[in-house]
């Protein structure tokens, strides 16, 4: 996870980017990793969602736009992570876990701009 969150410190850095939130399921692993990720990212803003576990894609994409921060972290489980890439962004994409993708996603009142564009990604060696 470690490795992880230096990614995406450097990928920030790197775009620009200044992450206003971190929302994610509620599971356990997964408040730990993105109490990780967020304390080694400066990201002072953390919302977990017991709703977010074991949820469909749509679930995740209506949490992301219903977010009052343009710059997301959002932190949850395969396979839902790797299909919402893949719908995303047009790509057969696989995470493992602490793997991620910085995705570009435009919305607009009517919805989402497709596709997205998959900017960087981190996967384990």
């Known amino acids: 996870v470690t490795q992880t969150a230096l990614f995406i410190r450097k990928t920030c850095k790197k775009h620009d980017i200044n992450i206003g939130l971190c929302i994610s399921s509620s599971a356990d692993r997964t408040q730990q990793t993105s109490q990780i990720l967020c304390e080694l990212n400066s990201i002072n803003a953390l919302e977990s969602y017991r709703e977010l576990y074991s949820t469909s894609v749509s679930h995740w994409m209506q949490k992301i736009t219903d977010a009052k921060q343009n710059c997301l972290l959002i932190v949850g489980h395969n396979p839902t992570f790797s299909q919402m890439v893949n719908n995303l962004c047009g790509y057969e994409f696989y995470m493992k876990p602490a793997?991620?993708?910085?995705?570009?996603?435009?919305?607009?009142?009517?919805?989402?701009?497709?596709?997205?564009?998959?900017?960087?990604?981190?996967?384990?060696?």
């Open 99 to 125: 793997e991620c993708a910085l995705i570009s996603l435009e919305i607009q009142p009517d919805g989402f701009i497709y596709p997205a564009t998959l900017i960087d990604t981190y996967q384990n060696e």
